[in-house]
């Protein structure tokens, strides 16, 4: 089912209307029955994934709870008993048991998604995100920042939670659990929050991703036609692709959460107007960033192999780059593992890579810059900002090509052949009316990108929503149904249309 | 109070232009991003002869000098 | 105070939900498609409902039956009052649920079925589809129509509200659009669809021999639930297969309809196999090289297939009922009308 079928808004409809007429208590479980229902329809043999997931997650953390419990019992009875020493050595024993619950578990489930995504077999939807949020939740247990959840129905509709089974956010059981399993009682105003946000993200995703999608579509088809300065064209295309296809299906999800009383967290903060690219993966798919971040990059930097090596090196290589290195081992580690999540090619690798060597770069390079800066009088004026802004959405560009080729040497040739073809003639001799627009598409797609420009800028202020709300009703239904007749005569679907599929399902 | 000084001399190493006596928010407001807090892991672990794990860097711990100055305290304890 | 607020908010809210639905049920109205000029298929089905509906005739079937029985000169030389509810490219589920929608209306004494359907076990067609389904009013008839004819990738909320099926019309927009958007005009004689030029068939292409020439299983049992239904109601069905020569009617289609019909007791006519007797020159009576009737053919055949209702089938002479005079004075003024204008765009004068 796809976020923008039919089919999964006449089921949105049924689930929020039933929702309500449950009972408090018992919408956990309803929720609960129509995740299996909609993950069901993608087909059976995924439920499979998905319940060898929750049942592993569910027995270790279980485990692993009962093990911290009758630790914190015997360090209770034994605290004035036993001298520091033995309890210390009891304490790490205790642990060192947990941490091989974690890690068998952590294994068993890497290798379930590894298998559900071999390359070649259609890979159970949305496996690499509840994956990860499964293992998130089975680490913060571990790390004692949550109580396991002993009522298996509820961790697996945490896991489950039907709209981020498509492609995420990935939540943290501290931030989704409260209002997952409370049962909100009907507020008008969520569902108005929700079904306008649904909107919004209906209209980024079938008026303007689906409707940029044949341009991009047309120039990576041919790579010995569109070269050059078509690939120009196509990075900036397709990085505005991408952008409102993934956060417009992001949209939907949190519009339906939302409409459920349910929060889900943010997964972008108008990424594009970054100005730097360590900026930028802060506010682009933040949840999955917040992942690697708190439990692949803390735990391999604070590992205690690695703060040996720290110290090793800083021994025998000098204090300044000794500290350093240990941590660049630390984020090639992660970078390559979030390259790796996206796919197992090693398109998707040095895509990661990339994004390390650059941002470490500019970790290395940050006083020289200091320095350029302080030379320049406007440093901290609007078109330095904007000239940051314009060259941190041009590098992410770049890397975005990685995403468009299905090969290293395709992505780099092509790449390379913007500096080698010198045609970038094709700008402005109306060569790129070739690329699958007519003018209609153009004028729609332009107006797209305005309206959603706009919407980012006033959002800089505070929810567009929000202020939405307060207007007058008349003015109020007047705008909804400017979205809902934009998104219904200039959307792309229905018969002619082969629904691209979201960009980000694959993950 | 020798040892909160040392963690002062840490945290203005790091970034000298951040008023720590004062600043709040330090790991929410992504003062400190997560480079700067496995710096910090380091150089505490050496000054304090404590280990700072994964399971310790939350905002909690981390959200300002005096809440870090406590954490170490808690872990010298253990 | 905090109460009437609440009262008028509720007004309020009710008042633009009825706006927004006006307003999209018109915006719908003028992006469906009008099929008044170019291609007037679309408008057939439609232009049934505007009739009295006490036929003693009426045609099912594709462009066979629209095509090439005039419906005028059935009255004119047999009395015969007749409605041709035909489309183009109508599947065999669809006349079925044609039969069913009509006869909600009422009960002719014969119905007429041109058989070519039957080699399609499977819509062919989105287009066609719509242009054979959309016309129908919304009655159990037109739902089983719709979820028989549905092609991967059809959504029958698409039938529903055909904005879902028809936004990118927009861009296509033109003033028919508006000028038609609640009032058409009728594009046919009672579904007869009117052509008076002539395109002589020649170099017929040589038909393509099949690898199975066995009807699919899914257009038998739509034959039957044809013959069941009629036989229920008590309506007499004459099966036909015009004579058109292309597309071809393979003989070992012709013998499967042949068998099927003696056991079922009916009367199967193929126009192709008596075309002398009928008279048709297929140099001056096709307009399409052969595929379809034009005027002079149709007259020819509706003359051929009147007799046959009126003496097999016993179909009566309604002529003297001042009603129905009027009506078809009407209809018949229009015809000659409409002879005369095609004759002048043709340039046959």
Redesign the interface.
């Known amino acids: 089912m796809l976020l923008t079928s039919y089919e999964f808004i006449g089921f949105l409809a049924l689930v929020i209307i039933i929702n309500y007429l449950c009972p408090k208590k018992a919408r956990k479980y309803f929720l609960l029955a129509a995740s299996v229902l909609f993950y069901a329809t993608a087909g059976l043999w995924g439920l499979l994934y998905i319940g060898a997931i929750t049942v592993l997650v569910y027995i270790s953390s279980r485990l692993i709870g009962k093990n911290q419990e009758a630790y914190a019992v015997w360090a209770k009875e034994n605290k004035a008993v036993l001298p520091k020493e033995q309890r210390k050595a009891y304490r790490e024993k205790q642990a060192g048991k947990r941490l091989l619950f974690l890690t068998v578990a952590v294994i068993l489930c890497l290798g379930v998604m590894v298998i559900g995504r071999i390359p070649g077999l259609i890979a159970p939807m949305g496996l690499s995100f509840y994956t990860l949020q499964a293992l998130g939740y089975l680490i913060d247990v571990n790390r004692e920042n949550i109580k396991p959840e002993r009522n298996f129905f509820k961790l697996s509709l945490f896991i489950g939670f039907f709209p981020q089974l498509v492609q995420g956010p990935i939540s943290r059981y501290e931030e989704l659990a409260p209002s997952l399993f409370e049962g909100r009682d009907f507020d008008i105003k969520n569902i108005s929050l929700g079904v306008w946000r649904i909107m919004w993200g209906f209209f980024k995703k079938l008026v303007i991703a689906d409707r940029l999608f044949s341009g991009v579509q047309t120039i990576t088809s041919d790579t010995s036609k569109y070269r050059g300065a078509y690939i120009l064209v196509l990075m900036i295309l397709f990085s505005l692709e991408l952008y409102a296809d993934f956060s417009g299906g992001i949209d939907i999800v949190i519009g339906t959460a939302k409409a459920l009383g349910i929060d889900v967290q943010e997964n972008f903060i108008r990424p594009y107007f970054s100005k730097s690219l360590k900026e930028y993966w802060r506010r682009w798919h933040i949840t999955m960033c917040n992942w690697f971040r708190n439990y692949l990059f803390y735990s391999v930097s604070t590992a205690k192999w690695l703060q040996k090596f720290s110290k090793f090196c800083r021994k025998r290589m000098g204090e300044a780059f000794g500290k350093r290195l240990p941590l660049y081992v630390a984020t090639f580690i992660v970078w390559g593992a979030t390259g790796l999540w996206h796919g197992f090619t090693w398109n998707y690798f040095v895509w990661g890579l990339s994004n390390w060597f650059i941002l470490m770069l500019s970790e290395e390079l940050e006083p020289v810059y200091e320095k350029i800066r302080g030379h320049i009088p406007f440093a901290d004026k609007l078109p330095y900002r904007l000239f940051q802004m314009g060259r941190t959405f041009l590098l992410v560009c770049c890397m975005n090509l990685f995403d468009c080729y299905s090969s290293v040497g395709d992505t780099l040739g092509m790449f390379g052949s913007i500096f080698t073809e010198g045609n970038f003639g094709i700008l402005f001799d109306g060569s790129l009316a070739g690329i699958g627009y007519s003018l209609s598409d153009a004028v729609i797609i332009a107006a797209g990108l305005l309206i959603m420009l706009c919407v980012s800028l006033l959002q800089r202020k505070g929810s567009v929503r929000e202020r939405i709300l307060r207007l007058a009703p008349p003015a109020r239904y007047a705008l909804f149904t400017c979205l809902l007749v934009a998104v219904l005569l200039f959307g792309i679907y229905g018969v002619g249309y082969d629904s691209t599929q979201f960009i980000y399902n694959r993950f | 109070m020798a040892q909160m000084d040392k963690l002062m001399e840490i945290l203005t190493d790091l970034h000298p232009e951040i008023d720590f006596e004062t600043q709040d928010g330090l790991m929410d407001k992504?003062i400190l991003?997560?480079?700067d807090?496995?710096?910090l892991?380091?150089e505490i672990?050496?000054e304090f002869d404590v280990?700072?794990?994964?399971?310790d860097?939350?905002p909690e711990n981390f959200n300002s000098a005096q809440a870090i100055f406590e954490m170490i305290e808690r872990l010298e304890e253990? | 105070m905090e109460k009437k607020k609440k009262i008028k908010n509720r007004v309020i809210f009710i008042i633009s939900v009825i706006l927004i639905t006006a307003f999209l049920l018109l915006l719908q109205r003028l992006l469906v498609p009008k099929y008044v000029d170019g291609i007037v298929e679309g408008a057939f089905i439609e232009e049934y409902y505007r009739e009295d509906k006490d036929f003693n005739v009426v045609f099912l079937g594709d462009c066979e039956v629209y095509e090439n029985f005039s419906t005028v000169k059935l009255w004119d030389d047999y009395g015969i009052n007749s409605y041709i509810r035909g489309s183009a490219e109508q599947y065999i589920w669809q006349s079925y649920y044609l039969l069913e929608d009509t006869l909600y209306y009422e009960k002719p004494d014969v119905v007429v079925f041109n058989i070519q359907s039957l080699q399609f076990s499977e819509s062919q067609n989105e287009a066609y589809n719509r242009m054979s389904i959309e016309g129908m009013r919304w009655s159990p008839a037109k739902v089983g129509s719709i979820l028989a004819s549905m092609k991967e990738g059809e959504h029958f909320i698409e039938y529903v509200f055909p904005i879902l099926r028809y936004h990118t019309r927009w861009s296509e927009l033109t003033g028919d659009d508006f000028k038609y958007m609640f009032r058409k005009k009728p594009v046919t004689f009672n579904g007869y669809y009117m052509r008076v030029d002539v395109k002589p068939a020649e170099n017929i292409p040589n038909p393509r021999p099949l690898g199975d020439y066995s009807f699919g299983d899914n257009a038998w049992k739509y034959l039957d639930k044809i013959v069941e239904k009629c036989d229920r109601e008590g309506v007499e069905l004459l099966l036909i297969k015009a004579p058109s020569l292309y597309p071809y009617w393979y003989p070992e289609w012709d013998e499967q309809v042949v068998k099927y019909a003696e056991e079922h007791g009916l009367r199967y006519i193929n126009f192709l196999d008596h075309t002398d007797e009928i008279g048709i020159d297929y140099s001056k009576d096709t307009y399409d090289a052969g595929l379809h009737m034009n005027l002079s053919g149709a007259e020819k055949c509706s003359a051929y297939i009147g007799r046959i209702l009126r003496d097999e089938f016993g179909v009566e002479s309604r002529r003297g009922e001042e009603k129905l005079e009027k009506a078809w004075d009407a209809e018949r003024a229009a015809y000659n009308a409409e002879i005369e204008r095609q004759t002048e765009v043709y340039g046959l004068k």
Do not use: N, R, Y
Request: no cysteine; proline share 0%.
């Open positions: 992504a991003d997560s480079m807090i496995v710096h892991v380091t672990g050496d280990t700072i794990s994964a399971k860097l939350l253990e």
